[in-house]
């Protein structure tokens, strides 16, 4: 097959480092650039083969109805969370705007729009997120790629990008866009797993001779070093960056048994919904009574989250499946 060169350097001294199926919906070869270690998706996905992996049943899957067991059981928990982070918000600054990119269902969005003044903005590829937002929790998001999105140069405060970076083909277009958005001064924030990491049961599964494993739909795997030379390169100056998840990556180098996902089973009736199991759209966001406002154990897992152990990230020394970074536009 022939290979594109590398997204990031533009090498093409490349290897292929294992294959992956993404969401088991497309089997895909991974390759690593011999010159900066960046391993990614190639050739790239085309726009028809995303909206394939990125459809409704990516945030409402199959079995029918499994969305809304999801919503129910995700909503009190983001919601608060957006809740505690539109309070901090507040204190670093009255109004801004702030956009999130990859939002999904945003119910994260929603607590933050609820407890601060500043303007929320989210955008995510999936279909149908748009109508849901708008619909169910009275917010404005887009249905694009970001990159694609032709927001006005410049537009926003605060620019999030949770666990969306590895599902991007073209990293540097997706950097130089968020610097874009961004206002001068404009902060940024960014989560992505460690790359080496994130591949590290795939191309063990592959080099064993076996079918592609089953991967989340990343494209990307990027090395400490490739990340903080990509940020450099898209003009994001590094304020902060940590690297926790220990756990984690014991799991991913095959060093600590992991337990597995719980299983997906159970009745739409156990969370409130009664009948044939619904779409999505026939949900609805629960009163504050009915489970949103704090208790012991949720003020307890606050605490620890906040108190849970984060590396600095030294080059490649610290070890630790997920990155934390706060840029800035320079």
């Given amino acids: 097959m022939r290979y594109d060169p590398c997204v990031f350097c ?42 394939m992996i990125y ?24 919601y608060r969370s957006g809740a505690a982070y539109g309070r901090r918000l507040s204190r670093l600054a009255p109004r801004g705007r702030m956009l999130e990119i ?11 729009a609820d407890h601060c003044q500043w303007e929320v903005e989210g955008i995510d590829t999936a279909e149908g997120i ?15 790629l970001f990159e694609a999105s032709a927001f006005p140069e410049g537009s926003f405060d605060l620019v999030r990008a949770k666990d969306v970076l590895e599902h991007v083909s073209d990293p540097m277009a997706f950097l130089t866009g968020i610097r874009q958005v961004l206002r001068p001064g404009g902060r940024a924030e960014l989560w992505l797993p460690d790359g080496p990491l994130d591949l590290a049961a795939a191309r063990k599964h592959y080099r064993r001779g076996r079918r592609p494993a089953m991967g989340a739909g990343h494209v990307l795997f990027i090395p400490t070093r ?6 450099a390169k898209a003009g994001l100056r590094i304020e902060r960056h940590q690297i926790s998840g220990f756990r984690y990556a014991l799991k991913a180098l095959g060093l600590l048994r992991s337990r597995g ?18 779409s999505l759209f026939t949900w609805e966001p629960p009163a504050p009574e009915r489970g949103l406002k704090g208790t012991a154990a949720y003020a307890a897992f606050r605490l620890w989250r906040t108190h849970h152990p984060a590396l600095p990230a030294i080059g490649g020394l610290a070890l630790g499946f997920r990155h934390w970074v706060m840029v800035r536009k320079g």
């Fill in 130 to 144: 748009s109508r849901f937002a708008r619909e169910k929790l009275g917010l404005r998001v887009r249905e694009a």
């Fill in 261 to 278: 996902d719980p299983p997906a089973g159970g009745s739409a009736a156990r969370v409130g919904v009664e009948g044939p199991a619904p």
């Fill in 55 to 78: 459809d409704t049943s990516y945030w409402d899957p199959d079995p029918p109805g499994r969305g809304v067991l999801l919503a129910y059981r995700r909503y009190p928990r983001q």
């Fill in 226 to 231: 490739v990340l903080r030379a990509m940020l």
């Fill in 10 to 51: 533009g090498g093409r001294d490349l290897v292929l480092d294992c294959a992956i199926s993404l969401l088991g919906k497309l089997d895909v070869d991974v390759t690593r650039c011999t010159a900066c270690g960046l391993s990614f998706v190639n050739p790239a996905l085309t726009p028809e083969q995303l909206g």
């Fill in 102 to 112: 990859g939002c999904g269902l945003p119910f994260f969005l929603k607590g933050v």
